[in-house]
């Protein structure tokens, strides 16, 4: 390997790292980032050392129905029956119990009702009431007089307050629970949670401000409850909780270690305590077998029944309680395992280390597998290393790293190889099944216009089908199906292609075609309408040849429809084709088959018939309602511009049966269409269905045909 050799790999390298550092910094990688975050979290969620002192008492669906069913209780329950929670935890020997719930107002069964929750609460002196803290929610904008202070000092909370902005912890006003719990809790705690920008629990705050008073998170508030007389002392980067240290940002967040889906922790639902300690009262075994089941346990009360909307989205699942998030920050907490985000320049180091190793190994194994092998390496070493550092408790950056190496990939293979004869061997071989050599000389002259993989577009989507074509294939050879298969698409396709379609698919007689992609049609409904014309007029001059050689009619249905659809290279890694999803693309394989109903040849929709403007005449079809599709579409038949004064006279009767059968007046519908019906089969169709509604007109007529077959 020469020196410039060595200087260039080097250099593309840095470059790559460069460019993947400055997508980096300002957090445009931080989508995917997160994204990556989660698979780890999900990979490497274990339980902790303290996951089995912490146990959930979750009101569950089963819970609520229970209570209804066997007790007349509906929601919301009454306080007396949380009292008896609490009683339970206590003659169980909890450490602390957590009620992850706001009662913020009085009991809907009165005050006596929450006089005797209060009771229950006041007896247990290890009871963590819950507050919530706001920015526009609260009924409060200051510490209430009558309620105990929070028993928290935090040793240089000023001095950090100083460096950090005071607005990310504070909060102006507060939510407090009723007076029989907030005067009797041991804790009041802070039950706000604030997800990412996507809307994940990654990061929680262990403490805020309210009117100068610190107010632990609700997880931490069972650990104050069961330790009051604990230390507390905060610097830059850290706080220190007796002889645990958490890494804190700026903001005062900590990254949670969770410890495995929902579940992970012991849980029981509501309604099996309640038993228990319904039948503890009465002389009778407990529910729940256990006697220790919460004895020297953190207890946490909270909702999981869907109705209660207390389900969050976490790393390790969609749908997780929150109070299983207070339960995991307390977790993190007694088994002082905490998450510690690495610091920015410990993450750019190893971007370029990658980055340079890549190119610099690339540039000397020139091979096709020896050159896959170093890919693949080098993609792969970052996520090894990344989980690594999960493992000591580092959160290390992944994508930016891994964007080092892919750019890095690019452009070694961009300097080292011919790039532009591979990518024009590559569009002629990926799409010269689906598109015109003309469209492909396109790509090759303007790369940048093909993307690869799956992307939004708005497509007109092009369905057609051969009538009878399994009576038809049952009476021929196989040798002369293959024939008369061959001519009749290849017919169909040229002036697909021709009209700047992209050809899907073909599944048997039947050809999937979509405009607009990969390259930009602007005229693509009008592209669509006018290949659907040309391959009917081109079966009409093909017809009397076929009916010569296979004694039967052949009939094209086609149907159109124009909107969104996601396309691309769709498939898995070792196969894939370049193919369309979406309603619009099964809307249009609809309207194919609707042709059947009417009697016509080719159906398109109402975006179809508004994008194509003027460039054709149009006859309205009515109102479908095509099976497996709630909302009703408007139909038409396309034909040229020019019409015969017959025709038009045709369509005029037409249209008056059309606005009568709209309106529900079958009787006079049926006598419009009956004059037309035996030169008009849509006439035709829709006098047979208004004679069958005129002897059973339904109540709540909307004009819509709904079709039941495919």
């Known amino acids: ?36 975050w989660d698979w780890r979290v999900r990979l490497m969620a274990r339980p902790g050392p303290a996951t089995r002192d912490i146990s959930l008492i979750l009101l569950d669906q089963n819970s609520l129905d229970w209570a209804k069913t066997e007790n007349g209780l509906t929601w919301p329950w009454p306080r007396e029956v949380y009292a008896a929670i609490v009683n339970y935890c206590k003659r169980s020997g909890a450490r602390a119990v957590v009620f992850d719930v706001l009662f913020s107002e009085p009991s809907a069964y009165g005050v006596e009702d ?28 200051e510490w209430p ?53 996507d809307g994940v629990y990654r990061r929680m705050k262990l403490f805020n401000l309210f009117d100068g008073k610190t107010v632990p998170a609700l997880g931490l508030g069972a650990y104050l409850a069961a330790q009051p007389d604990s230390r507390w002392e905060i610097a830059a980067g850290r706080i220190r909780i007796d002889d645990n240290i958490v890494s804190i940002d700026r903001k005062g967040n900590t990254i949670l270690r969770y410890r495995g889906p929902t579940g992970t922790h012991t849980a029981y639902s509501a309604a099996s305590v309640l038993q228990s300690e319904i039948r503890i009262i009465n002389g009778e075994a407990p529910t729940i077998k256990d006697s220790d089941a919460f004895k020297d346990k ?31 920050l307390l977790d993190n907490l007694l088994s002082n395992d905490f998450i510690r985000k690495m610091p920015v320049w410990l993450d ?63 452009l070694a293979l961009g300097l080292y190889y011919a790039t532009e004869g591979k990518q024009k ?42 009538q009878g074509f399994t009576s038809i294939s049952e009476t021929l050879s196989p040798e002369a199906l293959t024939a008369f298969l061959n001519e ?36 693509h409904a009008i592209r669509s309408v006018q290949a659907a014309l040309r391959c009917q007029e081109k079966l009409a001059r093909m017809r009397p040849d076929f009916r010569s050689r296979i004694d039967k009619e052949i009939i094209v249905r086609i149907g159109i429809n124009t909107g969104p659809a996601v396309v691309g290279n769709l498939g898995s890694d070792t196969r894939f084709d370049y193919t369309m999803l979406g309603d619009s693309v099964n809307l249009a394989s609809r309207l194919e088959g609707a042709n059947k109903v009417f009697g016509t040849h080719t159906m398109i929709s109402d975006t179809t018939r508004k994008e194509a403007g003027d460039a054709f005449s149009f006859r309205e079809l009515g109102c479908i309602r095509v099976s497996g599709r709630k909302d009703p579409v408007t139909v038409f038949e396309p034909m040229p511009k020019e019409l015969s004064s017959e025709r038009k006279d045709l369509f005029k009767t037409f249209y008056r049966g059309l606005n009568l059968f709209y309106r529900g007046n079958f009787d006079k519908a049926v006598m419009s269409f009956s004059i037309i019906a035996d030169h008009d089969p849509p006439a035709a169709a829709y006098a047979a269905r208004c004679r069958r509604l005129s002897a059973s007109a339904p109540a709540d007529w909307d004009g819509v045909w709904s079709l039941t077959e495919k």
């Open 425 to 466: 061997r590559f569009i002629k071989s990926a799409f010269r099944q689906y598109l015109s050599p003309a469209v492909i000389d396109q790509l090759i002259a303007n790369p940048s216009n093909l993307s690869l993989g799956g992307q939004r577009r708005m497509l007109s989507i092009f369905f057609s089908d051969l």
């Open 114 to 141: 929450d006089t005797a929750f209060g009771a229950a609460v006041s007896e247990y002196d290890r009871f963590v009431a819950s507050a919530f803290l706001g920015n526009d929610s609260g009924s409060r904008t």
């Open 348 to 410: 750019i180091l190893p971007v370029f280390f990658w980055a340079m190793g890549c190119a610099l190994c690339l540039s000397f194994f020139t091979a096709l597998l020896p050159s896959v092998f170093t890919c693949a390496v080098f993609i792969l070493l970052p996520v090894a290393v990344s989980f690594w550092m999960y493992g000591v408790g580092i959160w290390m950056s992944l994508m930016v790293g891994e964007a080092g190496v892919a750019l890095s990939i690019l």
């Open 145 to 197: 007089k009558d309620i105990p202070g929070p028993p928290i000092e935090i040793t240089g909370l000023e001095q950090w307050l100083t460096k950090t902005s005071r607005g990310e912890i504070s909060f102006p006003k507060a939510t407090f629970p009723i007076p029989e719990l907030a005067k009797t809790a041991a804790v009041i705690g802070n039950v706000h949670l604030d997800p990412d920008p």
């Open 488 to 523: 009749y698409l290849s017919a169909m396709t040229r002036i697909i292609h021709q009209e700047g379609g992209t050809i899907d698919k073909y599944e048997g007689d039947a050809i999937i075609a979509f405009w607009n992609a990969p390259l930009e049609v602007r005229d």
């Open 1 to 36: 390997m020469t020196g410039k050799r060595t200087a260039q790999s080097l250099l593309v390298g840095f470059i790559a790292a460069a460019i993947a550092l400055i997508c980096w910094l300002p957090g445009w990688l931080d989508t995917w980032e997160a994204k990556t």
């Open 298 to 328: 953190y207890v946490f009360f909270g909702f999981t029944a869907p109705a209660l909307y207390d389900l969050k989205s976490a790393p390790v699942g969609g749908i997780y309680p929150g109070v299983e998030i207070h339960a995991t």
